[in-house]
């Protein structure tokens, strides 16, 4: 079974960037597929920015043009780059991982079935 470890999650104004990395351990790095999620107070967890073994990508709309996932096989990491963060972009970051997924796949949120424990972000208005 896969580990995962979220860090990179602070305080930020609006319109400041941050980047979160998730280290993932207890398999191959390169078989798997990536996703990050988060979840706000009081609102269901959604799928921000996935990226297939390949490194193929897809984002939710809402951040589509603002972040940018990334994945560096070498160092067993995928990566969440957040730039112009708005106070509706608050929420637990969480890493998630397809275990299962073929070369090009781009996972859905239905597909991951590893998950960190997450990262806070908070962005001052």
């Known amino acids: 079974q896969v580990q995962l470890v979220e860090s990179g999650g602070g305080l930020v104004q609006a319109g400041g960037s941050l980047r979160l990395s998730c280290a993932a351990s207890?398999?191959?790095?390169?078989?798997?597929?990536m996703g990050w999620f988060r979840q706000a107070p009081g609102k269901e967890r959604e799928l921000v920015a996935a990226?297939?073994?390949?490194?193929?990508?897809s984002y939710a709309g809402s951040v589509k043009g603002r972040f940018t996932v990334s994945r560096d096989n070498a160092k067993n990491t995928v990566y969440l780059q957040m730039n112009s963060l708005k106070p509706e972009d608050a929420a637990v970051y969480y890493c998630?991982?397809?275990?299962?997924?073929?070369?090009?796949?781009?996972?859905?949120?239905?597909?991951?079935?590893?998950w960190g424990k997450g990262t806070l972000v908070t962005v001052s208005s």
């Open positions: 990226i297939s073994r390949s490194g193929s990508t």
């Open positions: 998630a991982a397809d275990q299962d997924s073929w070369w090009y796949e781009i996972p859905a949120a239905g597909d991951m079935d590893a």
């Open positions: 207890g398999r191959t790095f390169s078989n798997l597929a």
